[in-house]
């Protein structure tokens, strides 16, 4: 079974300033890694998925994350915030012979001017 | 304009009454899921279906109950046995065979007053 842990549940942030978001995985097997936002009493939306290849993966509103193997880790950052990126941001993580996602507890990230 | 439809956004419902929330997707995926989102805690599965007709239970289906008679809907009871209704529910859909790439619904509130 896979799980995933996101190693802050609040990140307060000003506006411009760069955000880092983090999160561990736990697998025995090949992942697919994914970041979703969920903006207040919506839904959750795709914000960047590692599928295979470049370690680097580029998303939606500027975020881009890395995948670490070796280090489990798949964390997501942007170079400058606005108040609009402020919501809760979801890691989830399915093995590659499965179609089930195993999400995070969430951070929420609150960006003030 | 493809997605999927949840209602209603907002339920109330009294202790002891068993309600149906709506989930409908045109997106023509296989796979439909229900989460259950509490703060803090993520989202958490309570079942999904690969084809018509076929379901499976999630980590916390006790209490619930759903249907899958077409392809393009899913609907999910809350039963009068789940003890703690009060929560964010969401539905999603997905592909099979390929990574698995979730697309959520705007989500149902549920109250129990």
């Known amino acids: 079974a896979q799980s995933v842990t996101q190693l802050d549940s609040q990140v307060p942030v000003f506006e411009e300033a760069p955000v880092e978001l983090r999160c561990n995985y736990s697998s025995s097997v090949s992942v697919y890694l994914f970041w979703y936002v969920q903006y207040p009493n919506q839904g959750l939306q795709l914000l960047l998925k590692y599928l295979s290849g470049s370690t680097l993966v580029k998303g939606i509103n500027g975020f881009e994350a890395e995948f670490n193997k070796s280090q489990t880790s798949f964390h997501v950052r942007k170079p400058s915030v606005h108040i609009s990126d402020t919501a809760e941001y979801f890691c989830?993580?399915?093995?590659?012979?499965?179609?089930?996602?195993?999400f995070g507890a969430g951070t929420t990230v609150t960006v003030r001017a | 304009d493809g997605g999927i439809t949840q209602s209603p956004k907002y339920l109330f419902r009294k202790e002891g009454q068993n309600v149906t929330l709506s989930c409908e997707q045109n997106?023509?995926?296989?796979?439909m899921y229900w989460y259950r989102q509490d703060p803090g805690q993520g989202l958490r599965l309570i079942y999904y279906?690969?084809?018509?007709?076929?379901?499976q239970k999630g980590d916390i289906a006790e209490g619930y109950s759903v249907s899958r008679e077409k392809k393009e809907s899913f609907p999910l009871t809350v039963t009068s046995a789940q003890k703690n209704p009060t929560a964010f529910y969401l539905c999603?859909?997905?592909?099979?065979?390929?990574?698995?790439?979730?697309?959520f619904g705007p989500g149902t509130r549920l109250t129990v007053l």
């Open positions: 999603a859909s997905s592909i099979l065979g390929t990574y698995n790439e979730q697309f």
């Open positions: 989830a993580v399915s093995a590659t012979n499965d179609y089930k996602l195993s």
């Open positions: 279906s690969q084809i018509v007709n076929d379901f």
């Open positions: 997106l023509n995926h296989d796979a």
